[in-house]
C-alpha cells in the first residue's frame, strides 16, 4: 500500500458504543524490558478474558537493544554495549533507553476494526499527528514501517527515522506498539542497523530543535491518540 493511499485512509479505530475508556498508565521511572513484558502479557490475557480494560502504558526502558523475529544478527554491530533481548514483536534491531517515549498499546481490536495493517497505519498516524502539533511533517514510507523526517538541510534526499512501530497480537488484542523519540541519546542508536535501514539516520525532537519535556509530548500523545481510538481515563 502505497503512502498516498495510506494517507487517504479512515483511520479511526473508536470503539464499540458502550465501551470503557482506554486506561491511561504512565510509568515515571525505568521500567526493566523483562518486566514490563510480563506485566504486558498478563493484561493482554486479562483483556482477553473480559476481566480488565484497554490500556496505554508509557515508560521509558534503561538502555537496551531488543531484536524482533526478523532481525538479522550481523545488525547487531557492538552487541556488548547493551542488553540485547529477543523479543515477539514484528520488526528487527531497535534501541530502547531513557528519553524515548515507549507506549504498549494494549487495544482489543474485536471492539474496534479487524484490520491488521489499518491498525498499523493508525499508529503511524497518530505519530504523524503528534508531529504536526510541532509543525514537524512526519511521513510514512511504502517499505518502511515507522515515521520519517527529511532532512533539507543536511541533503535533498536526507531523511531520518522518528518513531519506530513493532506490535503483536493475540486473538485481536494487540501489544507491544511505539516508540517516539523526544530526547534519547542518538549515539546509542549506532550499536545497531534501526530496523534493518543502513541509509538513514536517526533524530528526536530535542535533535529538530524542540525543546519538549516528556511529559509535555506525553499530552499532546494523548490529546491525539484520543482523536483516533476514542477516550481514555487514568489509570
Known sequence: MSPDLRDALNFSFLPKTGSAPVEWRISDDLVDYEAALRQMDKRVQRIIAGEANEQVWLLEHPPIYTAGPRANDQDLITPDRFPVFRTGR????????????VA?????????????????????????????????????RE???GVWVRRPDRGAKVEDKIAAIGIRMRKWV???????????????????????????????????GIPVTMAENDSVLRAEFEKIFGPTATS
Open 174 to 208: 494487540t501489544f507491544h506498539g511505539i516508540s517516539f523519540n523526544v530526547e534519547p541519546e542518538l549515539d546509542h542508536f549506532s550499536g545497531i542497523v534501526p530496523c534493518g535501514v543502513s541509509e538513514h539516520g536517526v533524530t528526536s525532537l530535542v535533535d529538530l
Open 90 to 101: 514484528g520488526g528487527q534491531h531497535t534501541y530502547h533507553g531513557p528519553g524515548q517515549r
Open 143 to 145: 517499505d518502511r514501517v
Open 104 to 140: 504498549y498499546v494494549m487495544l482489543d481490536l474485536k471492539r474496534r476494526k479487524q484490520d491488521v495493517r489499518a491498525f498499523v497505519s493508525a499508529l503511524e498516524a497518530w505519530l504523524i499527528n503528534t508531529l504536526w502539533h510541532y509543525h514537524i511533517r512526519g511521513e510514512r
